[in-house]
């Protein structure tokens, strides 16, 4: 009886093992320090993963917010987000980006653990705001300390094994979640908070195992000004269509797509765990072989494609929880997480290596902390506005959104022009 239970875990794990050799197969050359770095991001991200796509349904089903308040409190984390994030380019410049990491993570965790407490509207939006706080300061010093850790010609396969790890976290979360969170019992949502907790704590340990990258003043040169980074036209210009492609992309995918499916063809917290695991997973088994075929390309129709993509699948969106029972549906949004995967796949190879090469070594702190920032505005942007519309016109959201990715689309070929020419094709 034993052996035969021993020979089923076996059988259960053998899935695993094969996308285990793989990654393993595909694994670019990079520093140890690369992969530690991104093995504690992983875990993190897997703590993320238990929570993100259940904060809104949280927030609404369980705490009795609207979704406009839900919106409104997500965006407080990123409204946050933007200060702390110039704050935490300027320390990884000046102290290092390991310390740094460190106290953003602690604070992560400190705000995450006390989400079980909201009651009202005023202490999400008080406990989002300190998430933001450290979620600011956190993505630039990481992005910092991946620049300097990789060689400059591996970058862009470094920026696609953090995307990889981020993604895996992320999706083995969501799948974990899903399996954890129950409406009805607001208990299983108090340990999605404190295991998310606990994620940002194993990070912050694995860091004291890191090597320290020296501050970027060290090497003599005074850090540029924020003022001189925005004086660079080509680099404002590709942040600002970052922003429009993460309010329009990303965001509806993480915060309201869950709670779009759930109300509109009854899609299940499980279904939900499957439909971000098919996202996630898309990006880890593809994410290193795109790398690989945008070696030596344009980088710029790379993202001008991703945006198409999304453009393309926020379509498709309403038509299946409008039209469909809770079983297609979950399936067809699955397909549609799955292809948004695929788009996202061109993003980590492209933007950082490039957001990188446009930055001196005084100040990739600071072109790290705009970048985050762009990131982080369309986060601002988005979840009030897609909340508000969501609730007054459900379908219009999403083409709306597909609107707004084509309009990205176009605007990133007509700015390629404005690159510089050696940097218009990627490594």
Not at 78 to 104: C, E, F, H, Q
Not at 127 to 154: C, D, K, T
Not at 168 to 178: P, Q
């Amino acid at each position: 009886m034993r052996q035969r239970l021993a020979q089923g875990r076996l059988a259960g794990l053998k899935p695993l093992r094969i996308v285990l050799a793989y990654l393993r197969g595909l694994s670019p050359r990079l520093p140890a320090s690369v992969w530690l770095l991104e093995l504690g991001g992983m875990a993190s991200m897997a703590g993320n993963g238990l929570v993100l796509p259940f904060l809104v349904i949280y927030l609404h089903d369980v705490r009795g917010l609207s979704l406009t308040m839900a919106g409104v409190a997500t965006a407080a984390n990123y409204v946050a987000s933007l200060p702390a994030g110039a704050i935490g380019g300027a320390w990884a410049d000046r102290l290092g980006p390991r310390r740094v990491i460190v106290v953003a993570l602690l604070v992560q965790a400190l705000a995450i653990a006390c989400f079980p407490l909201i009651r009202e509207a005023w202490h999400a939006i008080a406990l989002q705001l300190l998430m933001g706080l450290g979620n600011g300061i956190y993505w630039p010093a990481h992005s910092s300390m991946l620049s300097q850790l990789a060689p400059v010609e591996r970058r862009p396969a470094a920026f696609s094994v953090q995307r990889m790890a981020m993604n895996l976290g992320i999706g083995v979360g969501a799948l974990a979640g899903g399996f954890i969170a129950v409406v009805e019992e607001p208990s299983t949502f108090t340990t999605l908070f404190l295991l998310d907790a606990l994620s940002f704590v194993v990070f912050a340990l694995i860091m004291l195992w890191m090597p320290s990258p020296p501050p970027a003043c060290d090497d003599g040169e005074e850090p540029a000004s924020y003022a001189a980074v925005l004086r660079d036209r080509p680099f404002v210009a590709l942040m600002l269509l970052n922003t429009m492609t993460i309010a329009a992309g990303i965001v509806p995918l993480v915060e309201f797509l869950p709670v779009y499916a759930k109300h509109g063809a009854g899609v299940t917290e499980e279904a939900i765990g499957w439909i971000f695991f098919a996202n996630t997973m898309t990006i880890v088994l593809i994410q290193l072989p795109i790398a690989r075929l945008l070696e030596g390309r344009r980088r710029m129709p790379a993202l001008a494609a991703m945006a198409a993509i999304w453009a393309a699948m926020w379509l498709v969106v309403p038509l299946a929880v409008e039209n469909m029972s809770a079983v297609p549906a979950s399936i067809v949004l699955a397909i549609v997480a799955a292809i948004l995967g695929m788009g996202e796949c061109l993003l980590g190879p492209v933007q950082g290596p490039l957001v990188a090469d446009l930055a001196g070594s005084s100040r990739l702190g600071r072109y790290m902390a705009i970048s985050s920032m762009s990131w982080q505005l369309g986060f601002v942007i988005g979840p009030p506005i897609a909340g508000y519309v969501l609730d007054v016109w459900p379908v219009g959201l999403w083409i709306g959104l597909s609107a707004v990715c084509a309009m990205a689309a176009a605007g990133t070929m007509m700015l390629e022009r404005s690159i510089p020419q050696a940097l218009q094709v990627s490594p």
